[in-house]
């Protein structure tokens, strides 16, 4: 994926003019998405890429924004009207039992950031009903904090019959460049139809830095700790929890030091068996920032709780609370892509791509996100 979005972003207009498929013309555009919403109704056929092996995706452009397709073998991109489509996006895989549908990718195609605020869908195959699309917000190929939405329950097939997915109210998918489509489902094969995206102009990222943040079972309550670095204008801090990772409410409010390093605790009174944690910056002039997001679960009434920090992480994986230092990481698509013995409750992750994946510890499992 990553070479063929510096493909797209990179190579001089002069050769992509002349990149012409034999099966088809791949439509190439460096400009950037227009604010408001685009329509990918559209009257002629194009092949943006024919089916063909997609394993490490295949891309192509349409209105400022680029488009990437992961599958589990072929895999196709075109805005062909036909029976079935109206001319929208298609991310296709194929063939049928082993055209897995991995991650669909959508980007700016010059690579600049902006505000998502809703997009609609469609899928086209049988595979993908009872599932759901997981979005999430990049940025420079890293997952931003927070900038995680799921759609509502894929009911039937058909381009009438649209998904919307709106982040308007969700601020840190605020400064985006791509968000990414993952199923819920490890099955999914065939075609989701892209029928519109709605953006706005990005806002001006904080110059705060959360250096870590963990959250764990403690006593009959939650306790959190955080540090920082470059504090300004930081009123305060708000520990924030939710039950289904989407919608969160405060919990604790924490006065600001505002020193170049500071770490701070708190101690929450209660308990649940999944609890999703953040903590949100409340700037002086109105301005937010979040740090990851810890996820704290177990088995009602027990201890057995796993976290993990930092999340997201880049090299190193510190597990608390594992009862068996035997793990495996696997994907969302259900694939074990590394396992092994944790030694000081670390687990050396530098060989995974950047994404989201559950690592897995006996009975227990949590989510975390490599930058």
Not at 10 to 38: D, E, K, M, W
Not at 197 to 210: A, G, Q, V
């Amino acid at each position: 994926m990553k070479n063929c979005i510096l493909f797209f972003k990179r190579v001089s207009a002069v050769y992509l003019s002349a990149f012409i498929f034999v099966i088809g013309i791949v439509t190439v555009s460096n400009a950037q998405p227009s604010l408001g919403t685009t329509s990918f109704t559209t009257g002629s056929t194009v092949t943006m890429v024919a089916s063909t092996p997609c394993t490490a995706g295949q891309s192509g452009t349409s209105a400022g924004y680029l488009f990437t397709v992961f599958s589990g073998a072929n895999c196709a991109l075109n805005n062909v009207v036909s029976a079935g489509s109206d001319g929208h996006i298609n991310l296709i895989t194929s063939p049928t039992i082993t055209g897995i549908w991995q991650e669909g990718r959508i980007a700016s195609s010059n690579g600049s950031e902006f505000q998502l605020d809703n997009f609609v869908f469609s899928v086209l195959t049988v595979p993908f009903i009872g599932k759901t699309i997981i979005v999430t917000g990049y940025r420079n190929g890293s997952v931003v904090p927070g900038a995680t939405a799921v759609s509502g329950v894929i009911s039937a097939t058909g381009v009438l019959n649209t998904v919307t997915v709106n982040v308007t109210a969700n601020m840190f998918f605020d400064n985006i460049d791509e968000f990414r489509l993952t199923p819920s489902g490890v099955d999914a094969q065939g075609t989701v139809n892209i029928q519109s995206i709605t953006i706005s102009s990005p806002n001006i990222t904080l110059p705060l830095t959360f250096l870590r943040m963990n959250a764990f079972s403690y006593g009959k309550g939650i306790k959190v700790e955080f540090g920082t670095a470059d504090e300004s204008n930081i009123d305060s801090y708000e520990i924030q929890f939710s039950n289904d990772g989407n919608h969160y409410q405060p919990q604790k409010t924490i006065p600001a030091n505002n020193g170049s390093i500071n770490n701070y605790e708190a101690f929450i009174p209660g308990y649940a068996a999944k609890i999703w944690v953040r903590v949100v910056s409340m700037e002086i002039t109105g301005g937010k920032e979040m740090s990851n997001i810890v996820i704290v679960q177990g088995e009602t009434g027990t201890d057995k709780i796993i976290s993990v920090f930092p999340n997201p992480a880049k090299d190193v994986l510190y597990v608390d609370g594992a009862d068996n230092p035997a793990y495996n990481i696997i994907s969302l698509q259900g694939a074990v892509l590394q396992k092994g013995t944790m030694l000081n409750k670390q687990v050396d992750i530098r060989s995974l791509s950047p994404g989201i994946y559950l690592l897995k510890a006996g009975n227990q499992s949590v989510r975390f996100y490599k930058n």
